[in-house]
């Protein structure tokens, strides 16, 4: 949606996508509304059932990038777009878990 071809920011669509060392992250807060008709029990006697109503889901777009020019760029495209609901970070490594088990 915000990405050109040749950008060097792609959009992370699991967790093997993200850099594990230093990298340039943004995220893009989305809300999306979906309409759910009413049954019919609601529709022809009116308090009972379950009626017509939008629910609401709240998800977000994870952009990374290497390149911190590139990362400046992309964060100016998506102001100048008139996006408001996003943030922006540098990251300087992912974290790791080490679990170990011992035995006596």
């Known amino acids: 949606m915000y990405l050109d071809r040749?950008?060097?920011?792609?959009?992370?669509k699991g967790k093997d996508d993200v850099p594990k060392g230093h990298h340039y992250a943004v995220l893009v807060y989305k809300s999306d509304s979906v309409f759910i008709p009413g049954d019919e029990r609601s529709r022809t006697n009116p308090g009972h059932g379950y009626p017509e109503r939008y629910e609401t889901y709240e998800s977000f777009e994870h952009y990374v990038t290497e390149d911190k020019a590139e990362w400046e760029s992309f964060v100016k495209a998506l102001h100048f777009k008139g996006e408001k609901n996003f943030i922006f970070f540098e990251v300087p490594w992912l974290g790791s878990l080490e679990v170990s088990v011992s035995v006596k």
């Open 6 to 12: 040749n950008s060097k920011v792609k959009r992370v």
